[in-house]
């Protein structure tokens, strides 16, 4: 796996057990639960998104390259469905903000990955 994705994908692991020993800390099991599942559904989609797209992505054709994309972003979409079907027909008791501002914390790693580029 490149090193910038192995640097995501830890960085958001890091940062959903992070907040989920905040919410523990100050609002509950529950919620902490909650922030890590919603946590793990942003990772996993990641994860497909780059193992499809990765795989399929071979020398320089545009053409490829925007096919490989496509499909990554496919499979991540699945996953993130999929993902919140499962934890909402499996975990009754779930609290939905935990779990959006879990998956919602994935995001925010993007955004520092991109600062960090500069």
């Not at 509950?28 to 922030?35: E, L, P, R």
């Not at 990641?46 to 990765?54: D, I, P, Q, S």
């Not at 054709?61 to 490989?68: E, F, G, Q, V």
């Not at 995001?107 to 600062?115: C, K, N, Q, S």
């Amino acid at each position: 796996m490149h090193p910038h994705v192995s640097w995501i994908i830890s960085r958001q692991a890091a940062l959903a057990i992070i907040l989920a020993t905040v919410a523990w800390m100050f609002v509950g099991n529950n919620a902490a639960v909650s922030v890590l599942i919603g946590g793990s559904v942003g990772i996993i989609a990641n994860l497909g998104y780059v193992l499809r797209a990765m795989r399929m992505t071979t020398g320089g054709d545009p053409l490829k390259l925007y096919r490989a994309q496509s499909a990554g972003e496919g499979l991540k979409f699945a996953l993130t469905f999929a993902g919140f079907a499962l934890v909402f027909w499996g975990y009754k008791e779930v609290s939905a903000l935990p779990l959006f501002l879990g998956y919602a914390s994935t995001f925010v790693i993007f955004w520092v990955a991109l600062l960090k580029q500069r």
